[in-house]
């Protein structure tokens, strides 16, 4: 079965410092990879995906997330958070027309 | 307007009733998701459908009913609620596995 891994569940971080949020995902054959951030009682809304090519990916807002085939990876960074980034994100991956998501890291930004 | 609502937003039903959650997108998406949400798990997924008349079963379907009649409608009726079902319930649809899938605002469901 599918699984993805988010080592942390908690993040804090003050503002204006870099932010790295990990990502593992189990899976011997391609799959398509997503970053999801959930505001407080909210839905989720994309914030990257990867599908080919380039395996940096950035988002509108500053984030960006890496795909690293060899280490099955995808995590995300950003190099200078702002007190709007707090919220929860989930990894996720896509296989076989179903998505897997991890269990959420949240993300706390101090002022 | 264009998107995916759900409803109602918030439920709170007893023990043994029968409840039903409303999802509608306007997308025409081919699938259709239905995930919970609970602290330390993540999203789970209960049930999904690839396309109207096609619905098939998730991580946690157990306890759960889906339909799915029209191309825009997925509900999701829990038989006889059980405690264990208290929970954020999350609609999404999308094209399929190389697209990203959009996400309702959630239904926030407590069974006493």
């Known amino acids: 079965a599918q699984s993805v891994t988010q080592l942390d569940s908690q993040v804090p971080v003050f503002e204006e410092a870099p932010v790295e949020l990990r990502c593992n995902y189990s899976s011997s054959v391609s799959v398509y990879l997503f970053w999801y951030v959930q505001y407080p009682n909210q839905g989720l809304q994309l914030l990257l995906k990867y599908l080919s090519g380039s395996t940096l990916v950035e988002s509108i807002n500053g984030f960006e997330a890496e795909f690293n085939k060899s280490q099955t990876s995808f995590h995300l960074r950003k190099p200078s958070v702002h007190i709007s980034d707090t919220a929860e994100y989930f990894c996720a991956v896509s296989l076989g027309n179903q998505f897997y998501f991890g269990t959420g890291t949240s993300l706390t930004v101090i002022p | 307007d264009a998107g995916i609502t759900q409803s109602p937003r918030y439920k709170i039903t007893e023990t043994g009733r029968q409840v039903t959650l409303m999802c509608h997108q306007t997308w025409s998406h081919s699938y259709m998701f239905w995930y919970r949400q609970d602290l330390g798990h993540g999203l789970r997924l209960i049930y999904y459908?690839?396309?109207?008349?096609?619905?098939d079963k998730g991580e946690v379907p157990d306890g759960y009913v889906v339909s799915r009649s029209k191309t825009e409608n997925f509900p999701l009726t829990l038989e006889s609620a059980t405690r264990s079902q208290t929970s954020v319930y999350f609609c999404a649809s999308g094209w399929g596995s190389n697209t990203e899938a959009f996400f309702g605002q959630g239904t926030r469901l407590t069974v006493v």
């Open positions: 459908s690839a396309a109207a008349d096609i619905t």
